[in-house]
Protein backbone atom coordinates (compact mmCIF):
# COMPACT_ATOMS: atom_id res chain seq x y z
CA UNK A 1 0.00 0.00 0.00
CA UNK A 2 1.01 3.34 -0.06
CA UNK A 3 2.17 5.61 3.12
CA UNK A 4 2.47 9.29 2.23
CA UNK A 5 4.60 11.52 5.22
CA UNK A 6 3.80 15.36 5.46
CA UNK A 7 7.08 17.38 6.55
CA UNK A 8 8.43 21.14 6.54
CA UNK A 9 5.82 22.70 8.18
CA UNK A 10 6.52 25.60 11.06
CA UNK A 11 6.47 28.69 12.68
CA UNK A 12 7.29 31.80 10.22
CA UNK A 13 6.44 35.15 10.20
CA UNK A 14 4.21 36.80 7.66
CA UNK A 15 5.87 36.95 4.55
CA UNK A 16 7.67 34.07 4.94
CA UNK A 17 8.64 31.10 2.98
CA UNK A 18 8.64 27.13 3.74
CA UNK A 19 8.84 23.76 1.67
CA UNK A 20 6.76 21.48 2.58
CA UNK A 21 7.48 17.48 1.41
CA UNK A 22 5.72 14.62 0.80
CA UNK A 23 7.48 11.52 0.68
CA UNK A 24 5.76 8.35 -0.42
CA UNK A 25 7.43 5.07 0.95
CA UNK A 26 6.36 1.05 -0.09
CA UNK A 27 5.34 2.25 -3.87
CA UNK A 28 6.05 4.48 -6.72
CA UNK A 29 3.61 7.40 -7.64
CA UNK A 30 5.56 8.07 -11.38
CA UNK A 31 2.09 7.90 -12.92
CA UNK A 32 -0.60 9.53 -10.55
CA UNK A 33 -1.81 12.65 -9.83
CA UNK A 34 -0.86 14.40 -6.65
CA UNK A 35 -1.43 17.59 -4.59
CA UNK A 36 -2.37 19.53 -1.13
CA UNK A 37 -5.06 20.29 1.02
CA UNK A 38 -5.16 22.11 4.01
CA UNK A 39 -7.82 22.55 6.87
CA UNK A 40 -7.58 25.73 9.31
CA UNK A 41 -8.81 25.61 12.67
CA UNK A 42 -12.50 25.45 13.00
CA UNK A 43 -13.03 25.31 9.15
CA UNK A 44 -13.22 22.99 6.79
CA UNK A 45 -10.72 21.50 4.42
CA UNK A 46 -9.97 23.45 1.21
CA UNK A 47 -7.99 22.63 -1.77
CA UNK A 48 -4.69 24.01 -2.15
CA UNK A 49 -3.26 22.60 -5.37
CA UNK A 50 -3.01 19.64 -7.56
CA UNK A 51 -0.06 18.46 -9.95
CA UNK A 52 -0.26 15.78 -12.42
CA UNK A 53 2.36 12.67 -13.73
CA UNK A 54 3.72 15.41 -16.53
CA UNK A 55 3.80 18.14 -14.50
CA UNK A 56 0.58 20.20 -15.13
CA UNK A 57 -0.30 22.25 -11.79
CA UNK A 58 -3.68 23.62 -11.11
CA UNK A 59 -3.79 26.08 -8.10
CA UNK A 60 -6.43 27.55 -5.82
CA UNK A 61 -7.16 31.09 -6.61
CA UNK A 62 -6.16 32.13 -2.65
CA UNK A 63 -2.83 30.68 -3.43
CA UNK A 64 -1.98 31.11 -6.89
CA UNK A 65 0.94 33.29 -7.12
CA UNK A 66 2.37 32.66 -3.91
CA UNK A 67 2.72 28.79 -4.03
CA UNK A 68 4.51 26.14 -6.14
CA UNK A 69 3.63 22.45 -6.52
CA UNK A 70 6.12 20.24 -8.08
CA UNK A 71 7.63 16.47 -7.92
CA UNK A 72 10.33 14.25 -8.07
CA UNK A 73 9.13 11.21 -9.64
CA UNK A 74 12.11 9.17 -9.50
CA UNK A 75 12.21 10.00 -5.94
CA UNK A 76 8.55 9.54 -4.57
CA UNK A 77 8.72 13.40 -3.43
CA UNK A 78 6.16 15.81 -3.67
CA UNK A 79 7.19 19.65 -3.11
CA UNK A 80 4.65 22.76 -1.88
CA UNK A 81 6.69 25.78 -1.96
CA UNK A 82 4.79 28.46 0.22
CA UNK A 83 5.89 31.93 -0.24
CA UNK A 84 4.42 35.47 0.96
CA UNK A 85 2.89 33.61 3.79
CA UNK A 86 -0.07 35.16 4.98
CA UNK A 87 -1.95 34.55 8.91
CA UNK A 88 -4.87 32.85 6.87
CA UNK A 89 -2.58 30.48 5.85
CA UNK A 90 -2.48 29.07 8.74
CA UNK A 91 -3.36 25.40 8.78
CA UNK A 92 -2.33 21.63 8.55
CA UNK A 93 -1.26 20.81 5.31
CA UNK A 94 -2.16 17.14 4.14
CA UNK A 95 -0.94 15.99 0.70
CA UNK A 96 -2.92 12.98 -1.33
CA UNK A 97 -1.89 10.54 -4.16
CA UNK A 98 -5.25 9.81 -6.48
CA UNK A 99 -5.22 6.32 -8.38
CA UNK A 100 -8.68 4.80 -10.36
CA UNK A 101 -9.66 3.18 -7.21
CA UNK A 102 -8.27 4.76 -3.93
CA UNK A 103 -6.78 8.14 -2.74
CA UNK A 104 -4.34 8.33 -0.20
CA UNK A 105 -3.90 10.70 2.63
CA UNK A 106 -0.57 11.48 4.72
CA UNK A 107 -1.43 12.98 8.49
CA UNK A 108 -0.08 16.43 7.86
CA UNK A 109 2.54 18.67 8.70
CA UNK A 110 0.97 21.84 10.36
CA UNK A 111 1.79 25.50 9.07
CA UNK A 112 1.92 28.67 11.40
CA UNK A 113 2.10 32.20 10.07
CA UNK A 114 1.82 34.61 13.22
CA UNK A 115 3.97 37.73 14.85
Known amino acids: QVHLVESGGGLVQPGGSLRLSCAAS????????MGWYRQAPGKQREFVAR???????TYADSVKGRFTISRENAKNVLYLQVNSLKPEDTAVYYC?????????WGRGTEVTVSS
Open 51 to 57: VEAGGSA
Open 96 to 104: FLVTSGTTY
Open 26 to 33: GSIFATYP
